[in-house]
C-alpha cells in the first residue's frame, strides 16, 4: 500500500495544507425533509465526522470549520440551546476517538461564553488531544473575525501602555498582529470551502484569507463527505496562486 503522500504525488493532486469550511445549510437540509432545524445539525455533524477523517487520511496538516458564529446567537433560543447542548454532546462522543486517532483539537473564538456543559467539554477535549502530532482540527465557536481582529488590538495596546513592555508603535508589525489571533502559529488556509450555496464569507477568517482560494458548492453540509471534499481539492488543484506575483507558467 502506499503511504498518502505517494499516492497524491502518483494521482497529481497537492493536498492543500490547511482547509478551512463554512459548514452551511445545515437547516435547509432539514427543511426539505419537512424535518426541524436541529435534525439538520445533528445531520450536520456526521459530515463533519466524516470530513475530520476523510482530511486525517489525506494528510491535511490543518483542519478549520466554522460551527457558531458571534452572530448566531440572532437565533431563536430553541436553536441556539439545542445547538450547544449538541456541541457538548459530541465533543464527549469524539473525544476518545480523536486522541486514538491522533488528531489535536483546539477550539477557536471566545467559547468561555458558552453554557457550562459546553465549555467544560471543548476544556476536556483540548485537554485530552493536547499531545496528539497528528493533524490539528480547530473549532471555531462564538467565533467572530472582527471580534477577533479587536481583540488582538486591544491586547497589542495594552502591553504599549505596559511600562514593563517596551513595545511601541513602530514594533507593530503583521507577524505582532497574526500572533495576536486565534490561529497564532498556524499557516494561513490554503483553501476556504463554502458549503450551502451561498458565496459570501459571514465574518469568518478575514485576516488569515487574504490569500486563500475560495470553493463554493451548493452542496448542503449534511450532504457533505469525502468525495465532496476531493472534488474541492481537484478545483483547488486548477487555481493558479500568485500572491501578488507574476505567474510563472
Ligand atoms: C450552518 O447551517 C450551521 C450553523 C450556522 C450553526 P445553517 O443553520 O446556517 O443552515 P441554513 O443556512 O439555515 O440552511
Ligand atoms: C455562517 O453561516 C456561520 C457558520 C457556518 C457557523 P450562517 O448561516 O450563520 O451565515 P449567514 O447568516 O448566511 O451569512
Ligand atoms: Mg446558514
Not at 477523517?53 to 466554522?66: D, I, S
Amino acid at each position: 500500500m502506499p503511504s498518502v503522500e505517494e499516492y497524491n504525488e502518483k494521482h497529481d493532486l497537492k493536498i492543500p495544507a490547511h482547509i478551512a469550511i463554512i459548514m452551511d445549510g445545515n437547516g435547509r437540509w432539514a427543511a426539505k425533509q419537512g424535518n426541524p432545524r436541529l435534525t439538520g445539525h445533528h445531520a450536520g455533524v456526521k459530515a463533519l465526522e466524516k470530513t475530520v477523517q476523510a482530511c486525517a487520511e489525506e494528510g491535511v496538516k490543518y483542519l478549520t470549520v466554522y460551527a457558531f458564529s458571534t452572530e448566531n446567537w440572532k437565533r431563536p433560543e430553541e436553536e441556539v440551546t439545542g445547538l450547544f447542548q449538541m456541541i457538548s454532546l459530541y465533543v464527549r462522543q469524539y473525544t476518545r476517538k480523536l486522541k486514538k486517532e491522533n488528531i489535536r483539537v483546539q477550539i477557536l473564538g471566545e467559547y468561555e461564553k458558552l453554557p457550562e456543559p459546553a465549555v467544560r467539554s471543548c476544556r476536556y477535549i483540548v485537554e485530552e488531544t493536547g499531545d496528539n502530532t497528528g493533524m490539528v482540527f480547530n473549532i471555531c465557536l462564538n467565533y467572530g473575525s472582527r471580534g477577533e481582529i479587536t481583540r488582538a488590538v486591544k491586547q497589542i495596546v495594552r502591553r504599549c501602555q505596559d511600562e514593563g513592555d517596551s513595545l511601541t508603535a513602530e514594533d507593530i508589525t503583521e507577524e505582532l498582529i497574526s500572533s495576536c489571533l486565534y490561529t497564532a502559529e498556524m499557516p494561513d488556509p490554503d483553501m476556504i470551502i463554502r458549503t450551502g450555496g451561498e458565496k459570501r464569507i459571514s465574518n469568518y477568517l478575514l485576516w488569515q484569507s487574504a490569500y486563500s482560494e475560495f470553493v463554493y458548492t451548493d452542496v448542503l453540509w449534511p450532504d457533505f463527505g469525502r468525495e465532496e471534499l476531493m472534488k474541492c481539492i481537484a478545483e483547488f488543484n486548477g487555481r493558479h496562486r500568485r500572491f501578488g506575483g507574476l505567474d510563472h507558467k
